[in-house]
């Protein structure tokens, strides 16, 4: 059996990216595979950073957003 035959009919994401099978339908699926999350692919490895990084972003952004304005920012604050 071919390499590619055998990537294209593999469940696991690297196998379709690591042999540029681009018909796969997990190929740079970097979310699901393992080999992204822990370190041995560096595009899938970049790719979950990043994801995690814009996720943190907006948690921060609604805690930003949750909190009370300062006091001496506050426009109904009496002088």
């Given at each position: 059996m071919p390499i590619r035959v055998f990537?294209?009919?593999?469940?696991?994401?690297?196998?379709?990216?690591?042999?540029?099978?681009?018909?796969?339908?997990?190929?740079?699926d970097c979310e699901n595979c393992d080999h992204a999350r822990y370190g041995s692919c560096d595009i899938g490895k970049l790719y979950v950073?990043?994801?995690?990084?814009?996720?943190?972003?907006?948690?921060?952004?609604?805690?930003i957003d949750s909190l009370l304005p300062y006091p001496s920012l506050d426009p109904k604050?009496?002088?």
């Open positions: 990537a294209a009919t593999n469940r696991d994401p690297w196998q379709a990216c690591h042999w540029g099978v681009t018909k796969h339908p997990h190929y740079h950073e990043r994801k995690q990084l814009e996720a943190f972003k907006e948690k921060a952004q609604e805690l604050r009496l002088p």
